[in-house]
């Protein structure tokens, strides 16, 4: 079993209170948030299944507070894509070095969330096309399943279409949760769910809820454009924390 030290109790903790406050006013970015906190305390082989299982806390802990405003018919595209590449990322988990693609994703990242913010508008896509949402949802699985990052490219997607913020965040809140479950039973059938990820999600459960529940409330107390600039600050943070782990390392 893992030796609970004092230093990976806190970290977990208190990766998993930040974790939370970000998905719960984004809807995303549990993973961006703590990826870099765990990356220099967790064993790198728990990291990814502890991410998605306490992501998944917080996305069933949100549900309920936004069933009325689901929007179902919309997110079943990302959905059916995201469950097909969901695989393809717990393959590559096991075939390819997370730590280069992770730099590369975090420096592109990073490029579109400054540049965006800089320049005071993001590029507007006018595309109503269910395949075109079904592949972005296909490129979120892979990465979920290989970082637990399925957010990043959906929430990219929706912001250019310029949606209201109770749309996107339908989207963002059905995804994620179908992908983190997709996710975790990838996990589960290649033996990645061990009794060291349980310990470490039971002491991630009580933070992260709280997180998600600050988060949330303060979702519900901005607009569409506040909204807007939280989601580009999140993805660049989501790039940061791709980048830096491998720059120090």
Known sequence: MIDLAPL?????????????????????????????????VVPPELISPLIVAASLAVQLQIMPMLWRSLDW???????IGGVIGVPVGVWLLSQMSA?????????VLIVYASSTLIA???????????????????????LGGFAGLSGVVPTIWCSMRRWPKDRQRSVFQLFNTAMHVATLTGYASAGRLTADVGQL?????????????????????????????????????SGTTMVVPHLLG
């Open 8 to 40: 990976l109790i806190a970290t977990v903790a208190g990766g998993a209170l930040l974790g939370g406050l970000a998905s719960g006013l984004a809807g995303f970015a549990f993973a961006a948030t703590t990826l870099g906190i765990y990356a220099h």
């Open 73 to 79: 018919r919309t997110a079943v595209p990302f959905v």
């Open 99 to 107: 730590d280069t693609f992770r730099l590369f994703a975090g420096v």
């Open 120 to 142: 005071g508008r993001m590029p507007t896509v006018r595309i109503e096309n269910r395949g075109i949402d079904m592949a972005v949802g296909w490129a979120g699985g892979v």
């Open 201 to 237: 999600v039971l002491i991630a459960l009580p933070a992260a809820w709280l997180g998600g529940w600050i988060g949330f409330r303060v979702y519900r107390r901005i607009d569409d454009k506040a909204f807007a600039r939280v989601l580009l600050i999140l993805l660049g943070l």
